[in-house]
């Protein structure tokens, strides 16, 4: 039987975080987008989303010459799609600042060494 290793660990709590905020996001979008939970939604994805906004979107946006989108009433799955993109941002800055920090702890450890 396999176990899941120290390493994979991570990789599966990440994609987790990941399928759970994309899959609450479905539901509420599904719900018809009720008020009670636009709060939960909104930090369930947060800074990812807002990085996603405005370094991606806003920015497109202006390139294109858009015009400001009316929301439509019925269903669509771009908030759920933009939940999970906003969760993707956060674990890839969570995936940075632990690469980073090895990466300083090397380097300490090296020049104590000299």
Excluded: K
């Excluded at 390493?7 to 509420?28: C, D, E, K, Q, S």
């Excluded at 709060?39 to 015009?67: E, H, R």
């Excluded at 906003?86 to 600042?97: D, E, P, Q």
């Amino acid at each position: 039987m396999n176990t899941i290793g120290p390493r994979n660990r991570p990789r599966l709590v990440a994609a987790g975080y990941i399928g759970l905020v994309t899959l609450a996001a479905l539901v509420h979008e599904i719900a018809g987008r009720p008020e009670s939970g636009e709060g939960v939604m909104i930090l369930a994805a947060w800074p990812g989303s807002i990085m996603l906004l405005l370094f991606v979107l806003y920015p497109l946006d202006l390139l294109t010459g858009g015009t400001p989108a009316t929301e439509e009433a019925g269903f669509s799955l771009l908030n759920p799609l933009f939940q999970g993109a906003g969760a993707l941002v956060n674990v890839l800055i969570v995936w940075s600042i632990v690469s980073f920090a090895r990466h300083f702890l090397a380097e300490a450890r090296r020049s104590r060494i000299r």
